[in-house]
């Protein structure tokens, strides 16, 4: 496990390299990211972008994609997985921002998570990338490089996100999330890490690393 030390230079790297991170969906205002999140789950950012580069050229609001209905949205985001269940969350999710929220999307995790699709990791990506909280939501990208490196250990998501809440240095908190998901897809990949290229591997507490002997398999969280 990183000592405090590591914690410190091992997000400082990483700063160093990309000082102002972003997620890889494409949005203009809370809401459009809101959609866009729903529509990631089991799916690439590559392809909600291509779905949603098009359908917010028309519809970007909760009126106007609730006016569109189910059938108006499916040419949209039919190339991405579930689309016919994301579907539905969107209208009803639409349908409820308008009769609750004044058309807005809530900046409370309680009323995001009441929200048709919307859990606990999508809540912390809205409060975080749409509304500056320092949350962390634990995908399989985090939970892989978590567990990995020694950052915070953890047997589910909930005791990954909790650890990294208590680990990271505040300085580095709000943009963590994003620095973990881009080093866990490009760098710290599943089946094959790329520990040659790793600017944080001297930092790093993961033992089978690229050319150390075998490559462990991928870390999955349990829930």
């Known amino acids: 496990m990183m000592n ?9 790297q990483l700063k160093e390299i990309n000082p102002h991170p972003e997620t890889e ?7 459009e990211l809101l959609i866009a999140v729903l ?3 089991q799916a690439t950012d590559i392809s909600v972008n291509k779905g949603t580069r ?7 609001t909760p009126q106007a994609l609730l006016d569109l209905g189910e059938a108006g949205v499916k040419p949209y985001i039919q190339h991405i997985g579930l ?7 969107i209208q009803e999710t639409c349908r409820l921002l308008i009769d609750l929220h004044g058309g807005e999307v809530p ?11 919307v859990g606990r990791k999508t809540a912390n990506v809205i409060l975080n990338t749409a509304f500056g ?4 939501a634990v995908d399989t990208h985090i939970f892989r490089v978590a567990n990995r490196t020694g950052l915070a250990p953890g047997k589910d998501v909930v005791e990954v996100e909790q650890q990294l809440l208590k680990r990271i240095p505040k300085e580095f908190l709000h943009d963590a999330h994003h620095w973990l998901i881009l080093h ?20 790093c507490s993961f033992k089978q690393k690229t050319g150390e002997g075998k490559i462990r398999g991928d870390i999955q969280p349990n829930s």
């Open 4 to 12: 405090p030390q590591k914690r410190q230079a091992f997000f400082a």
């Open 25 to 31: 969906l494409e949005y203009g205002s809370a809401f």
């Open 54 to 60: 098009e359908l917010f050229k028309i519809a970007n």
């Open 39 to 41: 529509l990631s789950a």
């Open 83 to 89: 689309f016919n269940a994301k579907g539905r969350h």
């Open 133 to 136: 909280h320092p949350t962390m």
């Open 184 to 203: 866990g897809r490009y760098t710290c990949k599943a089946r094959s890490p790329d520990c040659a290229q790793c600017i944080v591997e001297p930092l």
């Open 107 to 117: 900046e409370n995790r309680e009323a995001l998570e009441a929200l048709p699709g």
